[in-house]
């Protein structure tokens, strides 16, 4: 069925520095990709998003980019601060217009000052 | 309020109670969605009500019984459950175009959840 992959689980990286998190999915129909932010105790909120019809997308710190061919998309975080520290969930949707979202494991993202 | 909302925040439930969630949108969309998330798991979709309609049931167990009585409201209806139910129950809403492809998708708001404990 359909499946998002989602790495690493956990990520820890100094202030400043760049991080990387990926996502591959299994349904080749998928075509629209969401990333989530979840601060401890808090509801997840859309930070990205990013559609079949482009490969990269870019919002001040943060980026995405989407190879449909090798059915993966990645979110990057540029100048890391404290308070990136959450956890990240990437998604995969097909199309359709149920707005099933099919999520990935999540990744807990800590950046140290 | 604002946004979505629910209710109740937190609740400790014996395995023979029967318990209502509810989920509210002030936000004018018109479709709905239930999720599960459990400690090392990720966000299961359990749900989905587009124009007040199931659309969506993702092999739930018959323990859980969703309503929709309008695109404003979401409940969810429970009764001998499990303790491996224990988890945080989140709805969301969005506002679908009812059309197909890429451009159709539309951002999911959360609300903040219910911690559901099963004794």
């Known amino acids: 069925g359909e499946n998002v992959e989602q790495h690493p689980s956990t990520l820890s990286v100094q202030e400043g520095d760049s991080a990387v998190i990926k996502c591959t999915y299994s349904d080749s129909a998928s075509n629209y990709f969401p990333w989530y932010k979840q601060e401890l105790g808090k509801r997840p909120q859309l930070i990205i998003d990013i559609r079949s019809n482009v490969g990269e997308k870019k919002d001040q710190r943060i980026a995405v980019t989407l190879n449909k061919t090798a059915k993966h998309f990645s979110l990057h975080i540029t100048e890391t601060q404290p308070e990136d520290s959450a956890v990240y969930f990437c998604?995969?949707?097909?199309?359709?217009?149920?707005?099933?979202?099919?999520f990935g494991q999540g990744t807990t993202l800590q950046v140290k000052p | 309020e604002t946004g979505v909302t629910q209710t109740p925040r937190h609740l400790v439930m014996g395995m023979t109670n029967k318990k209502s969630l509810k989920c509210e949108q002030h936000l004018g969309h018109n479709a709905m969605y239930w999720y599960k998330q459990s400690a090392k798991k990720p966000l299961e979709l359990m749900f989905v009500?587009?124009?007040?309609?199931?659309?969506e049931n993702n092999s739930v167990p018959s323990r859980f019984s969703p309503e929709c009585p309008n695109s404003s409201h979401l409940f969810l209806h429970l009764h001998t459950l499990q303790p491996e139910d224990s988890a945080l129950y989140l709805c969301?809403?969005?506002?679908?175009?009812?059309?197909?492809?890429?451009?159709?998708?539309?951002?999911?708001?959360f609300g903040p959840g219910t911690r559901l404990t099963v004794l």
């Open positions: 009500y587009n124009f007040k309609e199931q659309t």
């Open positions: 998604a995969a949707s097909r199309g359709s217009n149920t707005g099933k979202l099919i």
């Open positions: 969301a809403s969005s506002q679908e175009s009812g059309l197909a492809g890429p451009s159709s998708y539309n951002e999911q708001f």
